[in-house]
């Protein structure tokens, strides 16, 4: 069976690869993966352009474990030499668009569920959810999702991290910052430059250091990405407005974070989003130790996913490189793809079967 499922699971990659799925418009997609349950008589739901599913023997007493991966995409860059939505296998490689990530993820986690989806015995509920729009973060993602699904107590997010254990993940905190000063003809020397209280503020976010180091993350990182001010040469501006990317570790939290950045820096500090967390799982559970013993490594994982949503434990474990998301002529190798149903199945008879 896992060699027949594995062979379903690359030719559903390769009908995913050829539909567009750009982060919003995901409705083609959605429907090649319905037609997947169907085929394996799986009683599925869709919401939006989310589909998900629930295993055969659900037991409302027993502790419920999310797989989610994502099935929507970015658009391809303009170094492509290939067609981006020809699914061609090449040298064990099958390119395409969304074939690493995380296609590849995806349909192992598919095939995965399928696996186990009429066990009866199992320690943990499953459910599947294959959301939309996690590229751009959108609201009608993973997170529109979770207030309909059951309470979740752990959850195996497929990205590709080379069937590695990414057992924490950084969060996101994006701040718009606004410095105020008092527009002058800059001949007169007369105003007051916001950009020279901008240049402060943006010296102490060079050069703070979070004091708190996580023991699989680091340091919290803050990077100053965008900048403007100023209409003319000879005018004094009276705002000056940049932005910074903040990467949090699993030792704060965004509102944490937030707070010290405030209470240091005289400028107006605005978020865009405090929801996009970072996450973890403890080196304990039962999944990261059936991992382990499989010869698998861990490690913190530096990239945003669908984690960010999650407020579970959850682990981040999926067949790809995380290297190869969202480069020209994007590719997985088929080899990854088998090895990544195998050790998922492997993985969970370890951790949850009785």
Not at 23 to 39: K, R
Not at 323 to 336: G, K, P, V
Request: aromatic share 8%.
């Amino acid at each position: 069976m896992i060699e027949k499922l594995t062979k379903e699971a690359v030719v559903l990659l390769q009908s995913l690869i050829a539909t567009e799925s750009f982060s919003g418009e995901e409705d083609e997609t959605a429907q090649l993966i319905e037609n997947w349950f169907i085929t394996y008589n799986i009683e599925f739901k869709r919401a939006n352009h989310n589909v998900y599913a629930f295993n055969k023997y659900f037991d409302e007493a027993k502790p419920t474990m999310l797989l989610n991966s994502h099935h929507d995409t970015v658009k391809p860059n303009s170094a492509y030499t290939k067609n981006p939505f020809n699914p061609e296998i090449k040298d064990g490689k099958l390119f395409g668009l969304g074939s690493n990530d995380a296609g590849g993820c995806l349909v192992s986690l598919l095939a995965l569920f399928t696996y186990y989806y009429n066990h009866k015995n199992l320690k943990y509920n499953l459910v599947i959810v294959a959301s939309a729009e996690e590229e751009s973060s959108g609201k009608l993602g993973l997170n529109s999702v979770l207030p309909i699904l059951p309470k979740l107590d752990v959850a195996i997010v497929g990205e590709p991290t080379l069937m590695q254990l990414a057992i924490s993940e950084k969060g996101l905190l994006v701040l718009d910052c606004y410095a105020y000063g008092k527009a002058g003809h800059a001949a007169h020397g007369l105003g007051d430059n916001s950009i020279y209280k901008a240049m402060e503020a943006i010296k102490w976010f060079k050069e703070y250091e979070f004091p708190k180091i996580s023991e699989t993350l680091g340091n919290v990182k803050m990077t100053v990405t965008q900048i403007e001010a100023g209409s003319q040469h000879n005018v004094i501006p009276a705002e000056c407005h940049f932005v910074v990317d903040v990467r949090i570790t699993d030792a704060y939290s965004n509102i944490e974070v937030l707070e010290i950045i405030k209470n240091h820096v005289q400028v107006d500090v605005k978020e865009r989003s405090l929801r996009l967390n970072s996450s973890s799982i403890p080196k304990e559970h039962s999944l990261v130790k059936a991992g382990i013993e499989l010869g698998r490594e861990t490690y913190g994982s530096p990239t945003l996913s669908d984690q960010a949503v999650l407020t579970c434990p959850s682990l981040k474990l999926g067949p790809g490189d995380s290297l190869r998301s969202h480069s020209a002529d994007e590719f997985i190798y088929i080899h990854e793809i088998e090895e990544g149903v195998r050790l998922y199945i492997e993985l969970l008879k370890r951790a949850i079967v009785e």
